[in-house]
């Protein structure tokens, strides 16, 4: 199974980047799961609603849907997760549990463009988050919407 984990700030264009990659293997009848904490906080009819004081809740959700995937796809299949991921230790649960899990392949995509969240992040929130946004050994560094891995 392939694993990939598409990094950026938020507005960067994560989702609309993980999209692409299920829209073209889709077109190749190849199945493909996606998450991000965001889901959480949407409701079955679209509205997204972020609670602060859930964010934890939020992440353990992603990564137990991350699991799951792994547990019940098949070779051919794909999981994509696409959060934040601002610090090596946010998404070292994900890379350990590949290492653990036989025959996964993964890689860490980084999204460098920037548009306007439609979560409407606060400013102050940005800057915070690009103070702490670190680099990632090995990740590859996606600056325009080239798909590069599907």
Known sequence: MKAAFIRGLPGSGKSTYADKIIN???????H???YESDMFFTSDSGVYTFNASLLLQ???????KFCEALSIGSPSDM???SNTFIRRK???PYLNKC?????TEFRILRIN???QSVHDVPESTMEKM????VSIDGECIINDSELIWK
């Open 79 to 81: 999981v994509i997760i």
């Open 32 to 34: 493909t799961f996606h």
């Open 90 to 92: 946010d998404i070292q």
């Open 113 to 115: 463009t920037q548009y």
């Open 130 to 133: 690009c103070r702490r946004y």
């Open 58 to 64: 939020a992440h353990n959700w992603c990564f137990d």
């Open 24 to 30: 073209a293997r889709s077109a190749e009848g190849r």
């Open 99 to 103: 290492a653990e899990t036989p025959n």
